[in-house]
């Protein structure tokens, strides 16, 4: 039988590496779990580094986000684990995403949970929405957990495209703004030096620095449209996410090293018999705001609901940070072409302004 390395966590939240012989992946997986160990990497020893595949498109986030909406109206539905793979498979135009499901729902018919099946395939499915998905097997409420991860996908998405939406106008405006700098370096700055050089006359520190950016430009100006281009392709951008989502699963949903650490201690205060309020606000990590509100929801029992209105709050400092941060752009973009043009037109006129100074005097 192969050999297989994996990599994983146990319950108290530390690390295990090892080996084991298995006959395939899925009875390996299987045997982890019995023993309380979460593997989401495991590989045949001996094939660790697979060759790339050429062709193959990429899976959308918002394939990702649509997939989990019609998973949990199914589950919900009652339709069985096996036959909704097998239906939203089917239904996928996306190539790559429905050779994914389709060994999702292989694995599983093979008796592994649906989690650890989608671990197989991190590129698609990440840690955080393989673990809130072992968090909604365990507790029996997998239809709520894939309700929560398709608001969770889709308003990473939202804020993505609001984000890059945003973001056309500054681009456009410094492009604009570079192509009007190129073209005064280009093409009117070499006019002014010819006609200073004729006159003789000493230039002053910003004339000789321009006339220098403008000899560099002209001979290679070729230089600045390959870095453009490539300045275009790498631009935009990144997306922010609600914080505090993850603290209605499981500590190991938070994505986060430090987080995951206070969480952990969290639950083993609670297995202490302490209450939840007294190790977050210990770990240093959560707002006073946060432990008080998680507070008041332990005593009332509305636990839930008050998760729910911190990640609601947190989405709504996201998006208003966001905005003032594009709407601080503007007079910046603007400031910055005034000054590039600005700077230049001036120091083509200050030997002017000398020499009419002088010619005056």
Known sequence: MPVFTFSGKNTAGEKINGERVAANKQVLAMQLRREQISAPTIREKGKEFALPTFGSSK????DIAIFFRQFSVMIDAGLPLVQCLEILAANQENATFQ???????????GGSTL???????????DDLSTNMIEAGETGGILDIIL??????VEKAVKLKS????ALIYPVAVISLAVLVVGAL?????????????????ALPLPTRIVMGLSAFVGQFWWFFIIGGVGAVLGTLITSGVPILEGLSITARTSGNAVLEEALMKVRKAIEEGRTIVDPLRESGVFPNMVTQMIGVGEATGAMDNMLQK????????????????????????????GVMVGGIVISLYMPLFSMIAKLAG
């Open 162 to 165: 609001a984000v890059k939406s």
């Open 185 to 201: 370096l280009k093409w009117v700055v070499p006019i002014f030096s010819n006609l200073f050089a004729g006159l003789g006359v």
């Open 310 to 337: 911190i990640a609601d709050f947190y989405e709504d400092e996201v998006d208003t940070a966001t905005k003032d941060m594009l709407a601080m752009l503007e007079p910046v973009i603007i400031a910055l072409l």
């Open 99 to 109: 050779k994914t499901l389709t060994g999702v729902r292989t694995t599983v018919e």
């Open 115 to 125: 989690a650890n099946a989608m671990r197989q395939f991190p590129k698609v499915f």
């Open 59 to 62: 899976v959308k986030t918002k």
């Open 147 to 152: 309700q929560r991860l398709a608001q969770y």
